[in-house]
């Protein structure tokens, strides 16, 4: 067993996952992702009302910790643009939580490779 996993009891993938639903303006941009599937930055933006500075850093935590998935759609005048889901993961943690704190049924969604 790893360090870190004698200490907190949980393996580290969980422990990323734990840490991207940690706070206020990251659960905002995830109910958002939810509700609307596939956003660019801008939509989000707006949608949230979080400053860009931070939903930068809010939507890099995200990613890093594989709750949001960020890809690239098109490429318009030397600017691609960035657009941002819920993973295959995020949307399972969701629904799972959702399932155990409001008794909703878990609408399964399956791993592609």
Do not use: C
């Not at 400053?51 to 318009?76: C, P, Q, T, W």
């Not at 704190?101 to 969604?109: L, N």
């Amino acid at each position: 067993m790893a360090m870190n996993e004698e200490v907190t009891g949980f393996h580290e993938d969980l422990q990323s996952i734990i840490k991207g639903l940690d706070h206020p303006n990251r659960q905002e941009i995830i109910k958002t992702l939810r509700k609307n599937n596939r956003m660019s930055f801008s939509e989000i933006e707006k949608e949230t009302h979080i400053k860009s500075s931070l939903l930068a850093n809010h939507l890099s935590n995200l990613v890093e910790n594989l709750i949001v998935d960020r890809f690239y759609d098109h490429i318009s005048e030397k600017n691609a643009y960035s657009y941002y889901e819920l993973t295959v993961v995020g949307k399972r943690i969701i629904s799972a939580l959702e399932a155990v704190f409001y008794g909703e049924v878990i609408k399964e969604t399956p791993i592609v490779s």
